[in-house]
């Protein structure tokens, strides 16, 4: 890096971030490549051994109501063999959907053409009503299938809702272990798959941070200097919000003031 770069990056904020000629930048710029190579191996490798999970039979008649009126599971594949299932964080009588399930909202119907021509169906499922549902799916201006499961034990079989004495209790079951933050309404993700005689079957789910699989806005911002931003707050994610109740984002400059204030 020549010492006109080095002097600008010096004079925009730096601060006491360690600033190297270009030859050391490269050096360790390929030490970290080689940690990112060992990444992306052992993500491939966790990725087959999932691929390799047993599969278990579902046998139970889920019902949903869905923008075409009540539809059986086996329905919600619209023709593909794989299901991949949103648990939305939206309770009945509930204003508007949780921020958190609505920012991995964001990214869905980007990739839902993609998903389409890899035989995966997604759509999103929460408790609430149908019809609340609607006017808040509305509202955000997505276009992807979401459907209620009110009335169904879906929501509970999957680890997703919990009865309000789980709620009082001191701890429930969610994420394959017992949580002490428990809520009516949890995240997570599911995944199923039929076989060729319409047999249904749960290949996956996961929950807690898991769900940062449809996050791809923390994927772009891992790359940044900055990261998440969220290292010094309690709550990861209190900085999200509903996409239609940002302020209008800030420059650089608006943050640290003009340069002749």
Partial sequence: MNTHVTNAMSQTGAGSHRIVSREQWVAERKKLLAREKELTRFRDEVARERRQLPWMRI????????PTGRLRLGQLFDGRRQLLVQHFMLGPGWEEGCP??????????????????RDVTFIAVSRAPFAEIERFRRRMGWKFTWVSSFGSDFNYDFGVSFTPDEVAGDACRYNYG????????LPGISVFIKDEADTIFHAYSTYARGVEVMMGTYSMLDLTPEGRGERD?????????????????????????????
Wanted: include cysteine; charged fraction near 30%; proline fraction near 3%.
């Fill in 233 to 261: 707050v309690d709550h990861k994610m209190e900085w999200v919000r509903h996409h239609d109740r940002y302020e209008p984002a800030p420059r650089g400059k608006d943050k640290a003031g003009s340069c002749c204030s």
């Fill in 100 to 117: 958190s399930c609505s920012y991995m909202a964001d990214h869905s119907d980007g990739m839902n053409v993609h998903l389409a021509h």
């Fill in 59 to 66: 046998d139970k008649d889920y019902v949903f109501e869905a």
């Fill in 178 to 185: 017992t949580s002490s933050h428990c809520y009516e309404e």
